[in-house]
């Protein structure tokens, strides 16, 4: 038996796939609130049902006006609720941000839980560098607007993570080689789910390759921009280094300078503390 649980908003991560992955502290949350706040009643009772819970449901939608979140808000100064989207994380590509956010202005408590994330999890499936990456959701449906969403992300050293349906998923492929050029990507599909799958390679033979839209939800994974080759003179290479040192330490402008040039990090770091 769950203990009742204080008045509150509680987000709680549901599993993307496979019913297994959901904690079990997430479990004992959704049987103690009062009530749960999901996008889809349909999809989230399914959910409860075959967790065996019974709870009162609550719309809250992308549609769901500045009024529906007053009275959510007000509810969580007397009730706990819960507040879930249809799989993975809450507010991760979903509604649920203006809930949060009206909750905080109303000192109303706010308590996390965890979970599931469909970007994270291709991420760490992609075998593409994780030690700096950015999550850009779903890109803009127009090509116009979705190329200059792409010539924004261009220079950025990360590695970058979409969201993307099947239907899209060549167009957008072609028009991340075009303006992207040609990078090590990953595309990862039904994560945790029976039939799972990666496809890596170049952009250029992803999108070659995708001949019919796929079905399931899709991450689309992409390395960062290569090195910028250029004139590694020590004047150069001061200049670098100078500036990176009024940002951070010493062996981490060794390192961003290195990355940047293809130098040796060592030679930097020595450089660097002489300069320091």
């Known amino acids: 038996m769950s203990e009742k649980l204080s008045p509150g908003l509680y987000i709680v991560a549901t599993p993307i796939g496979n019913l297994g992955d959901i904690t079990r502290r997430a479990v004992e949350t959704l049987c103690a609130v009062d009530a749960v706040a999901c996008e889809d009643t349909r999809v989230t009772g399914k959910l409860l049902h075959l967790l065996g819970i019974k709870r009162p449901l609550i719309r809250h939608d992308d549609h769901s006006d500045a009024r529906a979140v007053a009275t959510l808000v007000e509810r969580c100064r007397i009730e706990a609720i819960a507040l879930t989207s249809d799989a993975g994380t809450p507010l991760i590509s979903d509604p649920g941000y203006e809930l949060v956010r009206a909750a905080r ?142 940002r951070l330490p010493v062996a981490k402008a060794a390192s961003e300078v290195a990355k940047a040039t293809g130098a040796d990090r060592r030679t930097l770091y020595a450089r660097a503390l002489a300069l320091k």
């Not at 040609?182 to 595309?187: G, I, L, P, S």
């Open 105 to 246: 202005a109303a000192d109303v408590a706010i308590t996390t839980l965890p979970g599931a994330n469909a970007a994270i999890a291709a991420l760490t499936l992609s075998g593409l560098p994780t030690d700096r990456f950015l999550f850009a959701g779903f890109l803009p449906v127009k090509a116009g607007a979705r190329a200059q969403a792409l010539a924004e992300l261009a220079p950025l050293r990360a590695t970058l993570v979409f969201f993307e349906s099947g239907p899209r998923l060549a167009v957008s492929l072609a028009a991340m080689a075009e303006v992207l050029g040609d990078r090590q990507a990953a595309v990862v599909r039904e994560i945790s789910k029976l039939h799972e799958d990666v496809r890596a390679g170049t952009l250029t033979e992803l999108a070659a390759g995708t001949t019919e839209a796929p079905r399931g939800e899709i991450v689309v994974v992409i390395a960062p921009p290569a090195p910028v080759e250029i004139e590694q003179d020590d004047a150069a290479l001061d200049a670098l280094l100078t500036n990176a040192l009024t």
